[in-house]
């Protein structure tokens, strides 16, 4: 039986050829060859953050909630007034990690399917003179809103308060300037934009941000979840028995073998044509599921290219929709999650799953769903859009 496509908000597909890089033998972390696939991805996962030279890039066994969590840990200190942008599940996670943290936070809530703005945010840094950091995740994926990290970075610039981003699920699909949006510390991870296994974290850090966490001096905060730990490890300043030995920890160092084989594949289609493939994949899912009578969950402008969200405005049940086309066309789409649940339709097109073979099936199977509950709906109507696009790869027809 044919396998089932993952189009869901994350993980996402892997080229088989990458899953094959880690079925080889194991050589240690601390070998040349790990060092070196090691840097090999620091130095692509900069160019791909925008990140200056005199920033970091940290991967570490783990996940995005790591990530953040590390991102947190680094520069939040226990009671620190913290203004938190809170629009859906995964802030919602930023605002229980920094609770966790011993934070004193203040929300900026506003409700899910919304963008959290800058004007909120300033006005939050107003009312709280003495805020320390602020957070905000930049593509909230349980509702496919993105907020405007490059404003939110002006503001947290005026006001001199750093600025921490949760790019999980942005990193690699949609724009994202490190350095020149005035943010401190980011998180991610390797099964979103980066078309790799689950397995990594990863940290950047600016010099921004680094000034901002020497300011603040050790975290107390653990061990794992501070990137002075880190860093120290990077300068040799953690010298084992003359060893100088970059990472603090055992990596899984097939993961990275799999990182590395993703970061080629996508110099190789060099990173703006993959952000731009992405976009105009977006638009034509967009497209088809309007001229279907859907409502574009996020507003107008807060769009993120690699998921696609609508609101359940056709009073379906998105739990049948969503095994209709996982079983009758073999590919796994999302619902809502907690209150939103059969509440939208959450789609991923990330990586492999951002071309036309991909969403085209979505798109048919959604319309078949719709006439099978007695809509009229002329076959192919969600599929205008293809009818012009793009991939001119030499074939005139
Ligand atoms: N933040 C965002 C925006 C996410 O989408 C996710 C995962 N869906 C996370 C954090 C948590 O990441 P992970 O599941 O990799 O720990």
Redesign the pocket.
């Given at each position: 039986m044919s396998k089932i496509r993952l189009m869901v908000?994350?993980p996402v597909e892997v080229d088989p050829a990458i899953l094959l890089t880690m079925a080889c033998e194991e050589i240690s972390h601390y070998s040349e060859e790990a060092i070196s696939l090691y840097n090999f991805c620091v130095s692509s996962l900069r160019k791909l953050f925008h990140l200056n030279m005199d920033g970091d890039v940290f991967i570490m066994p783990?996940?995005?909630?790591?990530a953040?969590d590390t991102c947190i840990g680094s520069m939040v200190r226990r009671n620190d007034t913290v203004i938190i942008g809170v629009n859906g599940t995964?802030s919602e996670?930023?605002r229980s990690q920094a609770l966790a943290y011993g934070a004193n936070v203040q929300e900026v809530r506003v409700p899910e399917g919304k963008a959290v703005t800058a004007e909120l945010i300033d006005e939050a840094l107003i009312r709280h003179r003495e805020a320390k950091a602020v957070i905000l995740?930049?593509?909230?994926?349980?509702t496919g809103v993105i907020s405007p990290v490059k404003n939110i970075g002006e503001v947290t610039n005026n006001h001199n308060v750093p600025f921490i981003v949760?790019a999980?699920?942005?990193f690699g699909i949609d724009e994202f300037l490190l350095d020149e949006w005035n943010v401190s510390i980011c998180g991610s991870?390797s099964?979103?934009g980066l078309e790799s296994p689950?397995g990594l974290?990863i940290v950047a850090v600016t010099a921004r941000g680094w000034r901002e966490i020497e300011k603040k001096g050790p975290s107390c905060n653990g061990w794992f979840s501070d990137v002075q730990v880190w860093k120290r490890t990077l300068t040799g300043k953690e010298i084992r028995k003359g060893v100088v030995y970059p990472l603090p920890m055992t990596m899984p160092v097939n993961n990275i073998r799999a990182l590395e084989a993703s970061l080629n594949s996508i110099k190789t289609e060099g990173a703006e044509a993959r952000m731009k493939r992405h976009s105009v994949i977006a638009h034509s899912v967009r497209k088809g599921l309007t001229a279907l009578g859907f409502e574009l969950f996020p507003p107008d402008g807060c769009y993120s290219s690699g998921v696609t969200v609508v609101r359940n405005n056709q009073n379906i049940q998105v739990d049948e929709l969503i095994r209709f086309i996982k079983y009758q066309y073999r590919t796994e789409i999302s619902n809502g999650l907690f209150d939103l649940y059969n509440r939208i339709i959450r789609i991923g097109h990330i990586g492999a799953t951002a071309y036309p073979d991909a969403v085209i099936p979505v798109l048919f199977g959604i319309e078949q769903y719709l006439r099978k509950k007695g809509r009229f709906i002329p076959i192919g109507a969600s599929l205008g859009e293809f009818d012009n696009l793009l991939f001119k790869e030499g074939i005139e027809v």
């Open positions: 908000p994350g783990g996940s995005g909630s790591i953040m995964f996670r930023t995740t930049h593509l909230e994926t349980s949760d999980v699920s942005s991870a099964q979103k689950p974290g």
